[in-house]
C-alpha cells in the first residue's frame, strides 16, 4: 500500500433519527479532526451505532447533515464517501479465499490487476498476516478473521474507518491485544477513525477523545482522563469506571461546608466546592481514591466496618459500612506487605479533598 494520505475531518451537524415514538438520535454534534480516534461509548439503545450508521450512508436522518473532508454527504450513497468499515462479525464472504475477501473492494472499483496484487499482499503485512492468503475464513482464528476485515477495510486507503463493536466476539485476552494492534495501526497511518463500543475499558485504551451517549444524546465528550476524573454529570461518573455515589445534602456547620447524609454522617468538603448550591447533593468518589486513614493522613476520615472482602487476584475489594448505613466500594492493590481486614472490623477510611467530586 502506498503511504495513505491523512484522515479526513468527520462533522455531524444536529443529526436526528426517530423510530415511531423514539427518537434513536437526538440533536447529535461532533467533529472528529483528521487522524484523531473518536469513541462513541454507551449502553444497548443510547444511538451510538445509528449515529455510525448515519456517517456510513446506510441510515438517513431525519435532520442534520454530515461532512467528510468539508464536503457535505448526507445524501451521497455509502459508496462514495471514500470510507472503510469493520463490523463485528467481519462480514468476509466464506467462499472467498481471503485474497478475494481484500480484492473485493478494489475489483468493485475496477482497480487493474497488478495494482490489486500489490495492495492486497500490502495489506496482508499491514495486519501481519502475509501467507493467508490462498486460505478460507473458516479456516482463520477469530482474531486472525478480524484482522482480515480491517485489512479489506484499509485496502482502497480510505479517509475515515468506521468500526463498529469489532472487538465484541473475542475473548478477553485476544481482545486486549486487538485493541493494542488497532490503535498503533490507526496512529501509523493517521486515519479518522470513529469507534462504537458498550466497553468502557475498550474505549479508555483506544480513543483520543470519547463521547458517551446516553438515549441518543450526547452526555459528555472528552479526553479519557478528562472523562474519568471530571464527569459533569452521575452517569458519566458511573458509566466511565466504578463509583460510589452517596446521596445527602449540602450543609455550613460552623466555619465549615459538610455533607451530610443519612443519620450522623458528615464529611467535610474542600472549600472551593463551596461554590456548589447548598441543598441536595451527589458526592462521588472512586473506589481506588479510598484509603485506609488510621492514622489521619488525610484530609477526610470516616469511620467504618468491613461488610464485606473479595480477592480479585491483582486487588482486594471491600465494602465499608459507615454510619447512617451508607456504603462505599473500596479497592486496594494486592500488595503482600499490606495487611487485608476482614469482616467485620472497625476501620478508618479517608481521602483527600481533590478526589472527590461534588454534583
Not at 426517530?18 to 440533536?27: F, I, K, L, N, Q
Not at 459538610?258 to 472549600?271: I, K, S
Not at 476482614?342 to 454534583?359: F, Q, S
Amino acid at each position: 500500500m502506498s503511504q495513505p494520505r491523512r484522515g479526513a475531518e468527520v462533522r455531524l451537524e444536529g443529526l436526528v433519527k426517530t423510530y415511531g415514538p423514539v427518537r434513536a438520535v437526538d440533536s447529535v454534534s461532533l467533529t472528529v479532526s483528521s487522524g484523531e480516534f473518536v469513541t462513541l461509548l454507551g449502553p444497548s439503545g443510547s444511538g451510538k451505532t445509528t449515529t455510525l450508521m448515519i456517517v456510513a450512508g446506510f441510515v438517513e436522518p431525519d435532520e442534520g447533515a454530515v461532512y467528510i473532508g468539508g464536503v457535505q454527504v448526507t445524501e451521497t450513497p455509502p459508496h462514495r464517501r471514500g470510507l472503510g468499515m469493520v463490523f463485528q462479525h467481519y462480514a468476509l464472504f466464506p467462499h472467498m479465499t481471503i485474497f478475494e475477501n481484500i480484492a473485493y473492494p478494489l475489483r468493485v472499483r475496477h482497480a487493474p490487476k497488478d495494482e490489486i496484487l500489490q495492495r492486497v499482499q500490502a495489506a496482508l503485512e499491514l495486519v501481519q498476516l502475509p501467507a493467508v492468503g490462498a486460505r478460507y475464513p473458516l479456516q482463520l482464528s477469530g482474531g486472525q478473521q478480524q484482522r482480515i476485515a480491517v485489512a479489506r477495510a484499509l485496502v482502497y486507503e480510505p479517509v475515515v474507518l468506521l468500526m463498529d463493536e469489532p472487538l465484541g466476539a473475542l475473548d478477553r485476552k485476544l481482545r486486549e491485544q486487538m485493541q493494542v494492534e488497532l490503535r498503533s495501526l490507526q496512529q501509523n497511518l493517521g486515519i479518522s477513525t470513529l469507534y462504537v463500543t458498550h466497553d468502557q475499558e475498550e474505549a479508555m485504551t483506544l480513543s483520543d477523545r470519547v463521547v458517551v451517549m446516553r438515549a441518543g444524546r450526547i452526555e459528555q465528550v472528552g479526553t479519557p482522563e478528562d472523562l474519568y476524573e471530571r464527569p459533569q454529570n452521575h452517569f458519566v461518573a458511573d458509566f466511565i469506571g466504578a463509583s460510589n455515589c452517596l446521596e445527602g445534602e449540602l450543609r455550613t456547620q460552623g466555619d465549615r461546608l459538610v455533607f451530610a447524609a443519612g443519620e450522623g454522617l458528615r464529611l467535610p468538603v474542600a472549600p472551593l466546592q463551596a461554590k456548589a448550591k447548598h441543598g441536595r447533593v451527589r458526592l462521588i468518589i472512586r473506589p481506588e481514591r479510598i484509603r485506609w486513614a488510621e492514622d489521619g493522613s488525610t484530609e477526610v476520615t470516616a469511620a467504618g466496618v468491613v461488610v464485606s472482602s473479595t480477592y480479585l487476584g491483582e486487588r482486594v475489594r471491600y465494602v465499608v459500612r459507615l454510619q447512617g448505613e451508607q456504603t462505599l466500594v473500596v479497592t486496594h492493590p494486592n500488595l503482600e506487605s499490606s495487611a487485608r481486614p476482614r469482616e467485620g472490623t472497625a476501620v478508618r477510611i479517608g481521602w483527600n479533598y481533590a478526589d472527590a467530586i461534588i454534583l
